[in-house]
């Protein structure tokens, strides 16, 4: 893999990450999973890798964790979407989507692929 595809990539994981939680609790490698099968393989992940960015996302307060016995003796960390990582969701989803339509436009993508764009002057919480 390329080093810009994993710059894109980092860049995003925080996104995905968040809206995985948004769906349910899990634990990180469970997350790496979905990221590579729903992704078909074209967003892969470490588990070290995400663990960073999990901690960070403890640290802002974002999300929180707990363990969870499974089996006789094993835990399990997993993650939960707090109210505030909801809110935050929210806004970096608008932000990316904001992006992406300006590269769109500039690389004149908008054509190929039906982008509509969005309003202008729309506005998020911040």
Excluded: W
Aim: aromatic share 10%; glycine share 6%; with cysteine.
């Amino acid at each position: 893999m390329s080093q810009n595809t994993e710059n894109f990539k980092r860049g995003c994981t925080e996104l995905v990450a968040l809206y995985l939680l948004s769906k349910e609790d899990m634990y990180g490698y469970q997350m790496t999973t979905i990221m590579d099968e729903t992704s078909e393989g074209r967003f892969t992940m470490l588990e070290g890798s995400l663990y960073l960015i999990l901690y960070r996302l403890v640290e802002a307060g974002y999300i929180t964790t707990y363990t969870k016995l499974v089996g006789k003796k094993r835990t399990r960390r997993y993650y939960h979407l707090e109210e505030a990582g909801r809110e935050y969701l929210k806004k970096i989803t608008h932000e990316y989507d904001e992006v992406n339509l300006g590269i769109a436009l500039l690389l004149d993508r908008n054509k190929e692929t039906n982008v509509i764009p969005l309003k202008k002057n729309t506005t998020v919480n911040e």
